[in-house]
């Protein structure tokens, strides 16, 4: 299993980035996707999941409205558009993938829940 991560890069303030994720090595269509963050010195934060069938989705507070999680199961794709970007977005952004056997429980926003992991891709927010 392998998931691979790109889109990062450093930005200004107020600027978008979209990150996507591609998964092989495991049937993407059966997998809830999600996105953590990781700052330094803290500790890994859920930032948005989406379902198996992109019916479903749920963010972390501090991205609301201006984070979006989407997925194409044809490309085995995840991605996050990110607007309105600010310094405390700074982060590495990681990927995740899972076959929860609920995705209405809270356990999906919880970093022990996934179980596939991609390696990260920095995402640095100038003020």
């Known amino acids: 299993v392998q998931l691979v991560e790109s889109g990062g890069g450093l930005v200004q303030a107020g600027d978008s980035l979209r990150l996507s994720c591609v998964l092989s090595?495991?049937?993407?269509?059966?997998?809830?996707m999600a996105w953590f963050r990781q700052a330094p010195g803290k500790e890994r934060e859920f930032v948005a999941t989406?379902?198996?069938?992109?019916?479903?989705?749920y963010y972390g507070d501090s991205v609301k409205g201006r984070f979006t999680i989407s997925r194409d199961n044809a490309r085995s794709t995840v991605y996050l558009q990110m607007n309105s970007l600010k310094p405390e977005d700074t982060a590495v952004y990681y990927c995740?993938?899972?076959?929860?056997?609920?995705?209405?429980?809270?356990?999906?926003?919880?970093?022990?829940?996934?179980?596939?992991w991609g390696q990260g891709t920095q995402v640095t927010v100038s003020s």
């Open positions: 995740a993938a899972d076959e929860p056997p609920s995705f209405t429980s809270d356990a999906i926003r919880t970093p022990d829940e996934y179980d596939s």
């Open positions: 090595g495991r049937t993407f269509n059966s997998c809830a």
């Open positions: 989406i379902s198996w069938n992109g019916a479903d989705t």
